[in-house]
């Protein structure tokens, strides 16, 4: 370890540098696979630290992983090659809303559920709600482009990022956008960077929009006797002249799956359920349901049950947000995927998922925000059976290949990270990589900004699970 | 004039080579300022042909200007640096629906019209709509993010693509996205590329998102006393809890230009008048015009004009649709901007006009998107005085330099091109430009793609509009 880093990182943070081994252990893993321990930790809490630190990384050649609550399930915050990892969750202080801009300013260490809550206060929204929303930051949000259930309607986290402050890999700091929803001025380097993994610049403050916050919500929970017709139901409902506002689907395994933990009366025969929601005022969302009872009867769809109150709609909601829960309850390791397929084709991607869960024998529960072609098809494996984990390993690359024959994408919302690199090539092709990578090294040309994520190693052609380093 | 150039390209499109100067004249001029001349003409109807005319210019480091229908308000099409223009319009044919996913996928020379048209057949909704819909192409509006009146609730056209398929500088295809809302696989490419100008790759097609149709609509025209009142009923109304569909201003200037023009009876002695939309179930929308009047009230409000019926809504937004006509009509030339500020800051920016109005003695109308802060003031000018014109080129820089100052920007939908290129580093800075001329550079390094827009000259420092170069 160099002295003269250790130092001048020591310089910049004092004792918000963290260097021992049992500190610098914990800062290795994420929500995804593989442990790997930084040289450094640092604990930011300004723009000037972020632009600090980053100098030092430029001068000295080594790399900077940013992370928040690291809750991410792509491998994002991973500190693949060393370096420093530069810890955002102490910077969680600054929140500040502009009511009549319609605006919210917060730092990246800010929990995105705190984001809800102020929005609330005053009576608007911030639509964006990954489901660790209590947990995780709204800067690990900006890295990955975090969606959620109101993606259908309200889309995903870039969707409500304005403007940005960025330190670059040369340390500078830029503005990137501004106050407003409108805005061309030049290239929008706002929505390049959110979603680019803390490769090509460190985020150290957005500037997020707001909307006025709906004045109700009306849930249905409609039974499936079988997946075809519940995906199928999926385009009637959208194309019925209806925007629900969510629409949650759970195939058998997960609808008992969160039976078995917490018994909630659910049925256990059904295929599939899904969850729509409708929002707006009250009486409208009376007569959306009564539009989307009419589409789904021309489809021979009855089971169409409105929850009556709001303690009934709580429930609904209930269910959907156990499943991980469950699923993590059973001990096993969860291996949580987000390939996102055309809307037409979610009943052919349920088939296919079906068809690979019995060639290779694994347990796998499909969920997902059905409404965006986002589905979550969840292996439950035993780490410790490297046999199992190469089978799922080869079932995790069929359910890729699908997703991207059928016109889809390997991630709707969760990043590539370590995770998906292996496949990035598969999807946007040869000269799209090549695209890709310029713009990398154009802006970061010493590699020094989460190397390692997004783009293949050399050679790397396969999903490996098992890759840990620790000693 | 090179004959091997013209060779190759005559190869590639035979009689959709011009080479005529009157054809080339023909193909100088867009909807801003200045008059060019290109080399060459190329009319291309296929991605095949736009990737042989792009390996031409790459290979002999000749320009390449895309070219829609030339509205461009910023000078996007403008040849500017002589070489290739590449006209789309003939490639008009490709126009493909998918309503059970809710896409359409079309080739650059559609008009964004006629996308209008073919959603509406199937009960769907494209909501970009810039005020020459029915005769720009969805190339032009890709090329600079157009908006329109819909931005305060549906965003603008980036909001609405999902994949694109481009030519690169060095003559590659590549496709980014796809034809998923949710999508995180590798750097936002598509984002990065609309409101590109043209500058980092030509699009070839685009995969457009739609969303269902809105059951209904209603529309209240509201007139004020002063302009500051109407600026504050702007937030007023945002936080209500209603979310405007449309929500348009117009100045007593812009009141009077449309009674002269076409005699609807408006009210000339009012300061202005603000048009606000709501869509949804017809019932929902009665009760959401009764939260604004209530809202309005509180601050004192109260000339709220609910249109009776369809034809009466109909008529109120073609007093929106005749300001421009009605400017035009008085045979002066018209220099639209579209500085957009933070909703709080509308009333200041409107004030500071009237300031600019009185002391450079100019004829300024102000109308626009008011419920994303998107103004246009529009200043009606005899080009040929050219002391007039100068304080013109003062007038629109002081209105830049206030909309920086309020946290706004230069622009919200019209593009830098040519007309903001010497602002861009007062709004980004100059490390922000630096970023940007990095991305600039990697992905064009031989400078081919429509050279001379977004990024200033050596020393340019100001908007000059007398710039023709035409013999």
Redo the contacts between chains.
């Keep these: 370890m160099s002295n003269a880093i250790e130092q001048k990182l020591h310089e910049i943070l004092g004792d918000r540098l963290l260097t021992d081994v049992d500190d610098r252990i914990s800062y290795g893993f994420d929500g995804s696979f593989g442990q790997y321990i930084p040289d450094y930790v640092v604990q930011v809490i300004s723009a000037e630290e972020v632009q600090a630190v980053v100098r030092v990384a430029d001068e000295f050649v080594i790399p900077v992983t940013p992370r928040g609550a690291a809750t991410s399930l792509s491998g994002g915050p991973l500190p693949v090659a060393g370096g420093i990892v530069m810890d955002f969750s102490q910077w969680n202080h600054y929140l500040e809303i502009?009511?009549?801009?319609?605006?919210i300013k917060v730092s990246p260490g800010v929990r995105t559920g705190d984001i809800h809550k102020l929005a609330d206060d005053?009576?608007?929204m911030y639509p964006p709600d990954p489901s660790s929303s209590s947990v995780c930051t709204i800067g690990g949000n900006l890295a990955?482009?975090a969606?959620g259930p109101r993606?259908?309607k309200y889309?995903?986290t870039?969707?409500y990022v304005l403007g940005l402050q960025v330190v670059?890999a040369d340390g500078?700091?830029?503005?990137?956008g501004?106050?407003?929803?409108?805005?061309?001025?030049?290239?929008?380097?706002t929505?390049?960077l959110?979603?680019?993994e803390g490769t090509?610049g460190i985020i150290t403050e957005a500037t997020l929009r707001l909307?006025?916050?709906p004045?109700d919500t009306m849930t249905a929970m409609i039974v499936y006797d079988d997946l075809y017709t519940a995906g199928k139901s999926i385009?009637t409902i959208?194309?019925?002249?209806?925007?629900p506002s969510k629409m949650e689907i759970l195939d058998q395994n997960a609808i008992n799956k969160v039976e078995d933990y917490a018994g909630l009366d659910l049925p256990r025969e059904a295929a599939a359920v899904l969850l729509v929601e409708v929002d707006?005022?009250t009486?409208?969302l009376k007569?959306?349901m009564e539009v989307i009872r009419s589409a789904l009867k021309k489809i021979g769809v009855t089971g169409v049950n409105i929850a009556g109150d709001k303690e009934e709609e709580a429930k609904l909601w209930q269910v959907r947000k156990l499943v991980s829960p469950a699923i993590v309850s059973s001990g096993y390791t969860k291996i949580s995927e987000?390939a996102?397929?055309?809307?037409?084709?979610i009943p052919d991607m349920f088939k296919k998922i079906d068809e690979i869960k019995e060639k290779y024998h694994l347990n796998i529960v499909v969920f997902g925000?059905a409404g965006?072609?986002?589905l979550h098809p969840t292996i439950n494996t035993n780490m410790r059976d490297a046999e199992e984990v190469s089978r799922v390993e080869d079932a995790v690359e069929e359910i890729f290949n699908y997703a991207i024959e059928l016109?889809?994408?390997?991630?709707?919302?969760?990043?590539?990270g370590t995770m998906?690199r292996a496949f990035?090539e598969k999807?946007?092709?040869q000269?799209?990589?090549?695209?890709?990578k310029?713009?990398?090294?154009?802006?970061d040309p010493k590699n020094i900004l989460n190397p390692g994520k997004?783009f293949p190693n050399p050679g790397e052609k396969r999903l490996v699970l098992n890759n840990d380093t620790a000693p």
Tied chains: 1, 2.
């Design positions: 502009f009511p009549d801009d319609l605006l005053y009576n608007l990955e482009n969606g993606g259908v889309g995903v870039k969707d670059t500078s700091i830029i503005h990137t501004g106050q407003t929803v409108k805005n061309v001025t030049g290239y929008d380097l929505k390049l959110v979603g680019s090509l909307i006025p916050k004045l385009s959208l194309t019925s002249g209806v925007r707006g005022d009486e409208a007569k959306e987000d996102t397929v055309p809307l037409s084709k925000h965006d072609g986002n016109g889809g994408t390997l991630s709707g919302e969760h990043g590539i998906k990035l999807e946007v092709g000269a799209g990589l090549e695209f890709q310029a713009v990398k090294k154009a802006l997004i």
